[in-house]
């Protein structure tokens, strides 16, 4: 049955549904540049969904914990690997994704005996310049969206990442108008709440538009005061080789009441 | 870059998944039938030509290795450095075979962070101990036929303990050996444990009470002491200007003196 190509195309659509019902309830997780580094955010009450790669790669994902695990073993193991018998200059985020990540991801979601990987991922890569930072979402499929360096689109300096596609499109709508490029980390991290906010509403929400200021910052406020903030960034300074550093739940609060 | 789909697993260290990938040459088997070259006669030598010291004082470890390179009798290198930084706060010294030393340097840092990352948590200071003993004792094959000796010393800075630094020092085997003052190894480490010794005990302060200055002074005498009688430590070069390199680590992380700053030191106390 499987074999008829109709019967293939209706399997893997299947898949994609029950795939995307999986992950409709994961929480949204916003990536932005600013001047000194990119700042990974997210909120929520359970497991860590944020992580460290390699010196400059951080990964944030949605999924099974099982399936995130394998995903996020199989990276960093790359990119140690690769860092070790190479340099860590050679370590790259592009190749990670494109060359390994994504065609692993392909294959398992496409033989439909057997299981997929039940994970959206985020990742990002902090470069000398600015304008050299590099964000990926890789779905479960194995495509890749990027933040840009293509013909067709603008750059932008950040990704996000939820789990409906609506939710998805409203997050970058919004920090595509209100995030400014080579901000402080005072303003990104605002905006990059915000950003989490909108996602977060839009989840279990119809509206087609960002909502109004006023209910943004309601559900804000109702979401700090219930869930933990989970944060990290990739700082720029030369200075040291890793550059990934967590965020603490009061280290980001302090900052947000100022 | 290819993927494997198969799991290792959480409880493999970074020497077994460089080893699965075949990226390291296995631990070399230690063959108690044989003996390195001219045993016999007990005319081979263990080399570890070059003289390490490190101490406590009262800004944390002070860690300091000459920089001269030899091979047989001749100066290959008098820049050479080898006091090496491990991750942020820890620090490994090495006396013995550069390329085996800096491989397992290598490896050392990279096993820190490998299991920083996937396991989500800070390797223990104990751990770490550990992780540089194993490779010493997977390399006891090759020091057994007469090549790849290595004896370090490895300082770093415990957060959870009160004892906050901490100093070992290994031998060839993997032994390790937590001392609470002072440390030396190399060629040229018979002379500056006893200068240690000595002023640890009958110096003006113990060496836990020194200030900076008064370290890196203990530290350029105690190293052109082990050069006036050890051809393979190059001390101070007072024409080249080439000056030892000193390390300290503490609890915000490990400093790199600089070159100025030893150069003044040294004129004002030691030449």
């Known amino acids: 049955m499987i074999e008829e190509p109709y019967r293939w195309v209706e399997a893997i659509a ?10 409709a309830s994961g929480s949204p997780i916003a990536a932005v540049g600013y001047r000194d580094g990119i700042l990974f955010l997210t909120l929520g009450q359970a ?32 990119a140690s690997t690769e860092g070790f018998t190479r340099s860590a200059g050679d370590v790259s985020l592009r190749r990670l994704a494109h060359y390994s990540l994504s065609p692993v991801l392909k294959n398992a979601f496409e033989q439909v005996y057997g299981a997929p990987f039940l994970a959206r991922m985020l990742f ?26 293509t013909f067709a689109q603008t750059r932008q300096d950040f990704a996000v990442l939820s789990g409906t596609g609506k939710s998805t499109e409203l997050m970058e709508s ?28 839009m989840q279990k929400n119809d509206a087609k538009d960002l909502p109004e200021r006023a209910a943004l910052t309601k559900h804000r ?14 700082e720029r300074d030369a200075n040291t080789a890793i550059r990934y550093r967590a965020l603490s739940d009061e280290e980001v609060r302090a900052l947000i009441q100022q | 870059m290819a993927l494997e789909q198969s799991f290792s697993g959480a409880s493999e260290d970074f020497p077994a998944l ?11 088997t230690v063959d108690p039938t044989a003996r390195a070259p001219n045993s016999r006669e007990q005319s081979w030598k263990p080399t570890e030509a070059t003289t390490i010291l490190a101490f406590k004082f009262s800004g944390g470890v002070l860690v300091a290795g000459d920089r001269r390179a030899i091979s047989g009798n001749t100066v290959v290198y008098d820049r050479a450095d080898k006091v090496l930084e491990i991750d942020r706060h820890s620090i490994m010294a090495i006396a013995g075979v550069p390329a085996t030393a800096w491989e397992m340097a290598r490896v050392l840092e990279h096993s820190f962070q490998y299991f920083r990352r996937t396991q989500l948590q800070e390797m223990s200071v104990d751990g770490k101990v550990r992780a540089l003993s194993k490779l010493l004792r997977d390399n006891f094959g090759f020091v057994m036929q007469g090549v790849g000796m290595v004896v370090p010393i490895f300082a770093t800075y415990d ?56 370290a890196v002074t203990i530290a350029l005498r105690a190293l052109d002491t082990a050069a006036e009688s050890d051809t393979a430590t190059g001390g101070v070069d007072r024409s080249g200007k080439i000056y030892p390199l000193i390390k300290v680590v503490s609890r ?20």
């Not at chain 1, 919004?174 to 509403?201: N, Q, R, T, Y």
């Not at chain 2, 915000?252 to 030449?271: D, S």
């Open chain 2, 159 to 214: 957060f959870n303990s009160n004892s906050g630094p901490r100093l070992y020092f290994y031998d060839a085997m993997g032994a390790q050996f937590e001392v609470a003052d002072y440390a030396a190894t190399g060629s040229g480490s018979p002379a500056v444990r006893g200068i240690l010794y000595y002023e640890n005990n009958w110096g003006a302060k113990r060496l836990q009470k020194l200030s900076e200055d008064e």
């Open chain 2, 18 to 28: 460089l080893r699965r990938k075949g990226l390291l040459s296995p631990a070399a």
């Open chain 1, 174 to 201: 919004f920090l595509k108008v209100e995030h400014a490029p080579s901000a402080p980390f005072e303003a990104a991290l605002k905006v990059a709440l915000d950003a989490w906010s909108i996602g977060h509403m």
């Open chain 2, 252 to 271: 915000k992380g490990i400093t790199t003196l600089p070159e100025r700053k030893i150069a003044a030191v040294f004129k004002q106390t030691v030449a």
């Open chain 1, 124 to 149: 990002a890569e902090v470069s000398a310049k600015p304008e050299e930072d590099l964000f990926l979402r890789v779905e479960y499929d194995g495509a890749i969206a990027t933040n840009g360096a």
């Open chain 1, 221 to 234: 406020e109702e979401q700090l005061a219930i869930a933990g903030i989970e944060a990290a960034i990739l």
């Open chain 1, 47 to 78: 497991r860590q969904k944020i992580f460290e790669i390699y010196d400059r790669i951080a990964m944030g994902a949605i999924g099974h914990p099982g399936d995130i695990e394998r995903l996020r073993m199989a990276a960093i193991e790359l």
């Open chain 1, 14 to 23: 299947n898949r994609r549904e029950y795939i995307e019902t999986q992950l």
